[in-house]
């Protein structure tokens, strides 16, 4: 598999949008974007899918009539091609698998970190989805799938399904991710949640609220420690920032790794040559 051309996918969606009645644009969405998924899930409803991507940034489907000129602007930046250029770089120095990536735009007014997001992307076992804006530089794109693309090696290395893993490769797989952006791309392009707190504070909360939950497994139950959640005194995107600081601080102590070798170290490795104590 490679780089799925989702923008013939995007053009018919937008034709068979044009002239139809309001209650047709969700079920149109999912048969022409959602349906043709079931090759590489075919356990999922497409329906259930179309939900799942909404999660992640896919566009509502009400606004199709903006579709087209944002899938011809992200064609005359070629980014399916540079996406395809990376896939193809990356997979040879990481030795990683062949997966789909599915790009498609992303939702308008999606949040984060109190603006409009201009990119996001989910990672599976089986393939990867890159939800982008019109706006983003060639670099920004590279970082982006480079991140999502090493935890789709990093899954399928670790063999456990979601409802098995445990807290500490959550930490890990979103540590390496990033970590692989600053290794490739350098510090510019790291996400803003890589420094977010000093040092002493994530330590603290580390010791506090994480090593007691490391072997906490499902990855529904380790959402409010990756992104916060007030009520358990984690503040935002805690879980994100010590997993890159994790990683971060192993390879300070213990690197330079060679290619891949880094990336196929284990949670528990990572953590305890780390500069986090990994004893309460």
Known sequence: MSVIQTQKWLYEFVNQCSGKSMVDFATIQCETLCNPLKKVFPKVHPQAMQNELFIHGLFGPFEWYKIEAVVKE?????????VEKEFQYLKNIWNGPDVPIYIFPIKKGMLGFGKNLRKNGVAYKEAVFLFLSTDLSKEEVKAMFAHEYNHVC?????????ERTPLKD??????????????LYGEKLLAPWTNLYPFDQAVDIWKRHFLPSLNMKGLNNHHPFLYGQKSRHLPKWIGYHIGYQIVNTYQEKNGPFKNNELYKKSADTLIAGSKFPNKE
């Open 154 to 162: 990093r899954i399928n290395l670790i063999k456990l399904a979601p």
């Open 74 to 82: 992200l064609e005359k930046q070629n980014v399916w091609k540079i």
């Open 170 to 183: 959550s930490l890990i797989i979103e540590g390496l991710g990033e970590y692989a952006v600053k290794e």
